[in-house]
């Protein structure tokens, strides 16, 4: 059974710092892996899709890498903003199913 | 295109009455899945449908859970009759390929039982 893990649980910088968020995966035989942001008491929103050929996925300030055979992947995000708070999360598809992360929650002090 | 669609936003019930969810996917999409996420956890696979047959229903609570998709296209999902412990977002998302397109999801509702 695939086992998700995003670590730290939460996360708490000055506006302008850069954030990396780590998720790491059991079972490497993923088909891809997606990273989403999720406000408070909203739905998911898709940030980023790394598919299991890539080593990583850019876009704008966001720019995510893979590491199958470690099972692991990371999410940088540069120059953060008050605006980039929420709560961000993993997930990877293996076997016809996605599988997710319990999210690290991220605060950009003003 | 336009996103997943869910209705309602938020709903409130006493624990024994029933509730019921609305999802329409993204036109095309003929994957659709409906999610659990209780707070401060990352959103359980409930049910999965390809079309509008049942693809995985395993972690679904049959004695109180229900949900369908007729034509393949729009669902719901029922709760009948809701527990305490049912207070979660639940998250409706659709796919065009899981393996290459990822997924979409809706905005969620809500639901808190007291």
């Known amino acids: 059974k695939q086992e998700v893990t995003q670590i730290p649980a939460a996360l708490s910088v000055p506006e302008g710092e850069n954030l990396v968020l780590n998720c790491s995966f059991t079972d490497s035989a993923i088909y891809n892996l997606q990273w989403f942001r999720q406000d408070p008491g909203k739905g998911l929103t898709s940030l980023l899709l790394?598919?299991?050929?890539?080593r990583e996925q850019t876009s704008g300030r966001l720019n995510a890498s893979l590491d199958k055979s470690s099972g692991r992947s990371t999410l940088y995000i540069a120059a953060s903003q008050p605006g980039d708070s929420a709560t961000y999360l993993c997930a990877v598809v293996d076997d016809y199913k996605l599988s997710f992360g319990a999210g690290t929650t991220v605060t950009v002090r003003a | 295109e336009a996103g997943v669609a869910q209705s309602p936003r938020y709903k409130i019930i006493e624990k024994r009455q029933s509730v019921a969810f609305w999802c329409n996917p993204i036109s095309g999409h003929a994957t659709l899945y409906w999610y659990q996420q209780i707070l401060g956890q990352g959103p359980k696979l409930l049910i999965q449908f390809q079309n509008n047959g049942v693809v995985d229903d395993s972690q679904l609570p049959k004695d109180r859970f229900s949900a369908e998709r007729l034509k393949g296209v729009d669902s719901t999902l029922k709760i009948q009759p809701a527990k305490l412990e049912d207070s979660a977002v639940y998250l409706c998302?659709?796919?065009?390929?899981?393996?290459?397109?990822?997924?979409?999801f809706g905005s969620g509702t809500r639901l808190t039982v007291v």
């Open positions: 998302a659709s796919s065009l390929s899981q393996q290459t397109n990822g997924y979409t």
């Open positions: 790394i598919q299991s050929s890539q």
